[in-house]
């Protein structure tokens, strides 16, 4: 691309700030930056708001494709639904859950799945090292890497090879692991396992063994969250207008779209940060922030729903949950509506999985997960209705689910929301707390606003109502 011009007609700005990316983080921090009187546009590459949270309907019912559970403990999540008038109701967990390990099959009901005493004790004991080693890497503040390289070097599944000498036990682990981070073990490094343990306040959190407890969804899906967000905006949201490229210089900083530029004093990019890999800088990113941005990779994951008359399982004292090392999903879980007598399994093919999988045609992938179910829900679940799904790598402008550090680019972590110039860095990923999550995005949606609010309060500029 050649060197980006300034239409030198357009004198003025378009707005004081431009946000890049209206998923929840982007959504959050134009809310905040409007609420204290500034202007901004917000420019989303996509025909609609939302990113990652995304829904699908099948019989007029809406079901979540992307993100759908809020923990009971995302506060600023809660606080955020609060404000919109938008209630959460529990994951359905009632009766028997299932785990399945290669031939071993496990039942469990509300408490965590009893496992032979010895594979127990090593799992709470696998779960204690990681906290210890997160606790030592947090009180050494070591996101500076320099000092404990080793850490950066393997991946959390050779980690896993030399500390967990069970097979079944490494099995366990590589379900939990698809779950949180919709990756393989190997794949992440494991010094990036254990910054997810510091910001989810626990190993325990990580790799619970009932991912579904304490959960909530939101009745007709997630995406209300962010519709509702979007309404209450009161400025400029312009769809299909992704933004190719963005110039700055001491006075401003301009995005490019597809026949259409936007002027501003600041930008926030509120995008994972291997997407926003894809937009031409002018002048060019540091070397440090770039070399980050093409280390993040993104977890990879279809959701597939499963669409019933009912949810027979339930009649059958089944609570619909299920993970399983075997595949094609990691994890399966009841979606039912609250608002109809329909019934619904929400399946997570993730990981490696995920890429063969996503490669089959629809019917395939249909055949597999229907008699994955049928071993564990019976006969009744060939009567399905329907399949909904969603392939996150396929998906334009989101290229997978969760973004994750791979083995030896922990040097690289502490840039993650370092502005560059007039810019600053929104987005799950760039988060302190809950990264990847919800409440991570709304938290780094809430702390960019804050950060331009203050440059722009520092520099005279902002107005109030
Ligand atoms: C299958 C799946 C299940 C998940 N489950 C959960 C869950 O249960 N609970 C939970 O808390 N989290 C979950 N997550 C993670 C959660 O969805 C994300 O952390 C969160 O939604 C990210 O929000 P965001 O605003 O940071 O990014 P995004 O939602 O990715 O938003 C970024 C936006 O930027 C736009 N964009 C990208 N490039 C450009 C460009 N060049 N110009 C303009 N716009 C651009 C994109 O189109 C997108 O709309 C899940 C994610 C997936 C995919």
């Known amino acids: 691309m050649s060197t980006l011009q300034f239409d030198p007609n357009q004198l003025g700005y378009n707005a004081d700030v431009i946000v890049i990316g209206a998923g929840v983080s982007g959504l959050v921090a134009t809310w905040r930056l409007v609420r204290e009187g500034v202007d901004v546009i917000l420019l989303e590459a996509k025909d609609r708001v939302g990113g990652r949270i995304s829904s699908g309907t ?47 099959q496990k039942r469990f009901k509300q408490r965590d799945p009893l496992f032979a005493p010895h594979l127990s004790l090593s799992y709470h004991s696998i779960i204690r090292k990681l906290n210890r080693l997160a606790n030592e890497l947090q009180q050494r503040n070591a996101k500076s890497v320099a000092r404990i390289p080793i850490l950066d070097a393997i991946s959390f599944g050779a980690w896993l090879q030399q500390h967990c000498g069970n097979r079944t036990l490494r099995m366990l682990f590589t379900i939990l692991t698809h779950v949180h981070f919709t990756a393989e073990p190997n794949e992440i490094s494991f010094m990036y396992v254990l910054d997810q343990v510091q910001a989810f306040r626990g190993a325990q959190h990580v790799f619970a063994l009932r991912p579904a407890h304490n959960q909530e969804r939101i009745p007709g899906g997630m995406q209300r969250l962010v519709e509702r967000l979007a309404q209450q905006l009161r400025t400029q949201i312009a769809t299909d207008t ?9 006075e401003s900083v301009s995005a490019y779209s597809r026949g259409s530029s936007f002027r501003a004093r600041y930008a926030i990019v ?37 669409c019933y008359d009912y949810p027979f399982w339930r009649e059958n004292k089944l609570s619909g949950f299920m993970l399983s090392h075997d595949g094609p999903a990691s994890m399966v879980h009841d979606v039912s509506p609250t608002t109809s007598s329909e019934g619904a399994l929400a399946c997570l093919i993730v990981g490696d999985n995920a890429s063969h999988w996503g490669a089959q045609p629809r019917g395939e992938r249909l055949k597999a997960l229907v008699s994955q179910l ?20 396929s998906e334009r402008w989101s290229r997978g689910t969760i973004g994750f550090m791979p083995p030896g ?57």
């Open 242 to 250: 992704p933004v190719l490229a963005i110039r700055q210089d001491e």
């Open 374 to 393: 049928a071993t564990w829900f019976g006969e009744e679940t060939m009567a399905y209705r329907g399949m909904i799904e969603r392939d996150w790598n």
């Open 58 to 104: 099948f019989n007029g019912e809406t079901y979540d494709l992307g993100a759908r559970w809020i923990r009971s403990t995302a506060t600023q999540t809660h606080q955020l639904a609060h404000e919109l008038g938008i209630q959460f109701v529990p994951q359905y967990h009632t009766g028997e859950s299932v785990i399945q390990l290669g031939k071993a």
């Open 270 to 306: 509120a995008t994972a940060p291997s997407i926003a890999a894809q937009i031409y800088h002018e002048p060019a990113m540091p070397a440090q922030r770039d070399a980050l941005n093409q280390r993040v990779i993104m977890g990879r994951a279809i959701t597939a729903i499963l």
């Open 409 to 465: 680019s922990a040097n690289f972590i502490h840039v993650m929301s370092t502005p560059v110039g007039r810019l600053h860095w929104a987005g799950s990923e760039t988060a302190n707390d809950w990264i990847g999550s919800i409440e991570g995005a709304v938290e780094a949606g809430e702390r960019s606003a804050a950060e331009v609010i203050s440059q722009l309060s520092n520099a005279g500029y902002l107005r109030r109502n």
